[in-house]
Structures are given as C-alpha cells and as structure tokens.
C-alpha cells in the first residue's frame, strides 16, 4: 500500500554533506508523519529526525541538532534529510520510515541507504 525508496547515501569525508530523499508512494502521504531513522553495528536504532502529519513540527536527537534538517514537500510526496558537517559517528544505515498520524510505531519502512564518514 505505501512504498518507500530512498536515495543519496554514499561516501563522505569527516566535515561533508548529504542530502538524503525518500520518494513515498500511496495515498494521503500528508497524513503521514514522516522519520529518519539509522541503525550502526552494536548500536540501537534510533530516530535521527522526524516531521510531523498535521501542523508542521520537527524533533530532532540530540547528536544531530543544529548539523540535520528534515524536510518535506506534499507536492512531491518526498521527504528529504540534509546532513551537514557529518561526523563518523554518523556512519549507519539511514531508513526513510512512515507512520499514519497519531499511530505510536512507524509501519512502512525503506530499504535503507548506507551513509560512511571518513576520518
């Protein structure tokens, strides 16, 4: 019902910049709250960034305040993750994920793009 691809991972140097887009596929994507999610080796998943169905608002984790900017466009169902100033502990797999407004657990999840910070 709802698919989600992901794109602009790659290989950055200590300092770079990516900006990741996740094109969203279905109905009412402005229903959606939209999040950012990476998952490295031995760590927890976590929620690096989200922006919120219904009246636009953001969160962000502490480690990538100030450096990340999610971003969304319903016009263009895509969501979007600019990362500055990228660090190598930024190094994980990055998934684009959607949950319905007001569900508690994101319910459609991307392939997942890989994101490596060199030293």
């Known amino acids: 019902q709802v698919q989600l691809v992901e794109s602009g991972g790659g290989l950055v140097q200590d300092g770079g910049s990516l900006r990741l887009s996740c094109q969203f596929s279905?109905?009412?994507?402005?229903?959606?709250?939209m999040g950012w999610l990476r998952q490295a080796p031995g760590k927890e998943r976590e929620v690096v960034a989200a922006?919120?169905?219904?009246?636009?608002?953001?969160y962000y984790h502490d480690s990538v305040k100030g450096r990340f900017t999610i971003s969304r466009d319903n016009a263009r169902n895509t969501v979007y993750l600019q990362m500055n100033s990228l660090k190598p502990e930024d190094t994980a797999v990055y998934y684009c994920?959607?949950?319905?407004?007001?569900?508690?657990?994101?319910?459609?999840w991307g392939q997942g793009t890989q994101v490596t910070v060199s030293s």
């Open positions: 994920a959607a949950k319905f407004r007001g569900n508690q657990n994101y319910e459609y």
């Open positions: 279905g109905r009412s994507f402005s229903l959606y709250t």
């Open positions: 922006i919120y169905a219904g009246p636009t608002s953001t």
